[in-house]
């Protein structure tokens, strides 16, 4: 293949106060490859993509960006996107109460003299849905589709545009295997239409999967490019580029030591907060022992957030009913106070929604959950908290500039490892952990694992709702599996696959 | 590097530079009026009921609510005291007693339809308004009411007794001036020292020194201008004592913390354990208290109780926290902030009452201020984000 450059960005630096995020780093993307970056959370992915597309304007960086030859200072989006490159950002950015055309063609109507062109924008609108494989009705709105399917309106109206290069930041991070599947196919397919893709991701079985060459970021600086079609490029290599040392095992190795049930629900029935006649959980029943990791699979949709969030004080659902024990005792824990006081944590996998406070630093959001460990009389002793926010910094390895750094501020990753933060000062007997490792890099997956695994050997319960099979087969010592808000499945680790989970939902989804 | 702490810290101080830049302009255009020891006086006067209610509007705003019936609560407050205590001749301490708590049950119900019912506030506090002005045009029947027994103007006419009996000087208030001064150094120096120690501090030496030379030069001189003429106002007194204390639940109390989260991320909030609804309700109820601590103030110094006062004081109140750099959208602001901002806007208030300038520029000039003191924030702040 010719292979010509359609972007090479050269000694790109860029810092904030206190923190430099890229140092130097060169990038050279070759006409219709798959380009993919990786690197740990906070090497510097998104803050290289938002130089590129123009979010900090030139001035702002140093380092020279050329595209297709000519030497680019964009201003701002809007110029870079005149070029054709359009970038999908690790945040979705649609309009969830607009339809899936009026978000495709938001900021470029098809419009004659201000009036919108509906019907030639519906007729493009239904052309992309076909292009990017989405079965839904342009006029469908758009907060009401599953992720999977928001990230593909994502991609379309990308392509709505004059693309050249499309950029995209962790799109599958929140998507299951069957849509991961769908987008990467659909990757190769822009690429066959010339199109060239910029992709970043953590997962590194997906990178492997569609990439023609490999970036490895490192703090800030680029430590080497591979090339998949010249050398067989192993995983471990990458990962050692990416973290600067081995990683030997993915999962750390367990010990289980298994006691007595912390945790019970019995029979547990949840009706949903808007169509109130509809039953999201439908008499879930389970137990949870000390120093046992219990993982709950399924797809997205079957109800296990709501599963959470419900048992979590009530803070999902309507006419709740069923039983909680907690050492075997009946508890009530119907306020999200009263579920703190007898030692449950969640960990929300909807981190800016639920999660953070972003406009907020470090520091506070750590403590949120357990202020009165920190004060004395309702009086906060900001010196034991900064002691208790660094002590979370170390452990977690957080990469901020300080404890008081604003959490929006930081990389996807570090703000998940701050939500953790929290739930862990709380001290919980039973730890919920919703998709803990989504957008994070090996070397912290690895970190988290660990943390976790640490706290069942303390003889806490953990409750890890996931995604991705490996991670549960990896962590779990049993594995329910729910579909449609019940579980249909309870398999020991010995017993658990792949294939016994997906067997599980298929059969009960057809019966 | 240089270059942008010293921006990061200008702009901790910009506002009270604006303040000292303000007050330097009508001191010169005045001619020196505007600090003299009587207008002076006045001037704390005249704005000691916006300052108070201000640190209750503060702590609603963070909340991320606005509460627009302040100014009619404290108006309807001021009638009520009035009739207690002129026709029905309460005692002072009692009319003060149940005042204040009517006040906190204003509050109280608004905050149950804001916190519970779940009612934007913007839409309880108007009608709140409607409500507690007619009902003090009601309550007065349309007439003022007054004067009041001496105890209870003494609230805003009262000055700090001088035990040294100083003839042209109160010598007291003069101490209490350097003491306040020696304090407050104390506790910056107190705090840049606890700073360094965590490695946290930002701000260069010279910096702090300056600015510490010229606060407590300021406030000397302030003492010294009032100590030659009445001394210290009680009100004065009053509202540094209620300043400290909003400040220290603002940025050292679990439930000041708490209502920081709320405005952030109320979902995030509750999800972390707090009963923000509860949380609301009480910040309500406290801008109520506040609304008649203010009232009272306000009919004190009149001496009288008229069906229109309070009116607009709620837009001056909202103003000052916006200006005092809140944001409207919740989560953020501080307590000194809105003070600063209702001493910016008093001290425009009279200055140009001084240089004779009517009430509608004074008004036109008041919405410029306010506009331009938002979009200098909301400038800055976009900036140190990309910069
Ligand atoms: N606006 C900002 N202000 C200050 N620091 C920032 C800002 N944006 C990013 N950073 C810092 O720059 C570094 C790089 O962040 P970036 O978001 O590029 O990481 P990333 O590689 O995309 O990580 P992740 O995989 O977690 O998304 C981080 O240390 C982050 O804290
Ligand atoms: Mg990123």
Redo the contacts between chains.
Sequence with gaps: MAQEPILSMRNISKSF?GVQALDNVNLTVYKSEIHAIVGENGAGKSTLMKVLSGV?PYG?YEGEIHFEGKLQRFEDIRDSEAQGIIIIHQELALVPMLSIAENIFLGHELAKAGIIDWHTAYVRAQELLNRVGLKELPSAIVGRLGIGKQQLVEIAKALAKRVRLLILDEPTASLNETDSEALLRLLLELKAHDITCILISHKLNEVMQVADRITILRDGTTIETLNCAETLVKEDHIIRGMVGRDIQHRYPQRRPKIGEVIFEVRNWRVYHEQYVDYEVIKGVSFNVRRGEIVGIAGLMGSGRTELAMSL??H?YGRRINGQVFIDGREVNVS???D??RHGLA?V?EDRK????????EIR?NVT??N??KV?QR???D??SE?KVAQGFRESLRIRCS?I?QFVVNLSGGNQQKVLLS?WLFTQPSLLILDEPTRGIDVGAKYDIYTIIDGLAAEGKGILLISSEMPELLGMCDRIYVMSEGQFVAELPRSEASQERIMHAIVSSVQS | MKI?TLR?NLRDYGLLISLIVIIGFFQIVTNGILLQPLNLTNLILQNSYIVVMALGMLLVIVAGHIDLSVGAASGFIGGLAAILMVHYEWSVTLTIIVALLVGMLIGAIQGWFVAYARIPSFIVTLAGMLVFKGSALALLQGQSIGPFPLAFQSISTGFLPDPFGGKDIRVFSLIIGVVLAGIFVGIDWHQRF?AQM?G?NKEPTALFAVRNFLFAAIIIYLAWQLSTYKGLPTVLILMGVLILFYQFIAG????G??I??LG??E?????????TSRLIFLTFANMGLLAAVAGIIFAARLNTATPKAGNGFELDVIAACFIGGASASG??GRVIGAVIGAFIMGVMNNGMSILGIGIDYQQVIKGLVLLAAVFFDVYNRNR?Q??
């Design positions: 106060p900090y702002q979590f004080g803070a306020t999200i106070g579920a703190i969640y929300t929604g639920w999660g953070l406070i972003l406009e907020q506070k949120l959950a202020l009165p004060s309702g009086v906060i900001e010196n900064a300080s008081e929290k | 942008s990061n606890k965590h946290l050292r109390t679990v439930i913390r708490r920081y989260a952030g991320n979902k995030a909030a509750r999800l972390s354990g707090i009963d989560g953020v140190s990309f910069g």
